[in-house]
């Protein structure tokens, strides 16, 4: 049976509106046969843009939604309780189990706040945190919290560590990840109270746990398959690594378009592209919910990031990746 998708078509904050969203879906849809995926917006107007991208699949559905939160939108009592937006009924499709997962590139507050209100943790006190992944020298490296809570303890990054780390193992394939706490540097005495504490934690808990990696260590060496850090550094981390993989990648284009022909910067930028790409890692999952809910970045004018966010998660469906969250948790929550 065909794992159904809940994509939120609005929110997007490029200028191409729903128009990548929707190429994207259908692009997914084209690369895996046991897809489906349902987008919720305003239904004449998607069904307007599916016709005018000149889009048809069989396995491609509308859902209608009448209005949209915005990136301007303040989070408020009102919007917690609204059903009507593209992101309140693409979650109710989870909710009700018509679809597996939920995927919005809207605002991240609301999409948190919704999430933390309308679904159930995994288990009692477990806080939710944004996971996601990027490339290294030797594969790519899981890192969270990407900013679902600024502030935490040595419990909750433990509990993170253990949800990055099935992540890492269920959605990205590495059997026996390497698990680091992200710091400013190696030494015990390096990092803050948090980390020294949580530090000691993971080594009597954490399976696979190698101690403190610094930002560069793990994501340019592969020092480690996962990095844990609080919401707030770890937020810095990841918008860091973004914008330093387009400033190399621009760069590298123009050097090469001064010095060679035209097809050859084609053939060496799309060679180098396929491995750090950002539309390739641009979605993060909110883990510790009941049900798999990812954000994707909200000013995106590709249809590879909605297509790579879609695959990914029935990948992370397939493998009932929440399920065994929930398996992997409670005798360590009782700490």
Known sequence: MP??????SQGNDGKKGALPIIQGA???????????VVLVGPGEL?????????????????????TVI?????????????TSSSMSVALEHVINGSARACISCGNTSALVALSRSRLNPILKG????LTTHMPTVSGVATIADVGANITCDKFDMRDCAIMARLYEQLVLGVESPKVGIVSNGTEPNKGTELTRAAHALFEQEIPGYIGYVEPNALLLQGHAHVGIGDGWAMNLVLKAMEGMAKFVGLNVKQILKENLEPA???????KMMLKIY??????????GVDRLVLKVHGDCEDPIVFASAILSAQRAAKNDLVGQIRTGLPERLAA
């Open 26 to 36: 259908y692009d997914a849809l084209q690369q895996n046969q046991e897809l489906e």
């Open 126 to 129: 477990l806080k939710p945190v």
């Open 46 to 66: 998607l069904a307007e843009q599916i016709t005018s991208l000149g889009l048809k699949d069989n396995q491609l559905y509308i859902c209608h939604a009448p």
């Open 70 to 82: 915005t990136m301007k939108d303040v989070l408020s009592k009102a919007m917690l309780k609204d």
């Open 278 to 287: 950002p539309a390739n890692y641009a979605h993060a999952y909110l883990l």
């Open 264 to 270: 050859v910067v084609a053939d060496l930028m799309g």
């Open 3 to 8: 794992i159904r998708i809940a994509v939120d």
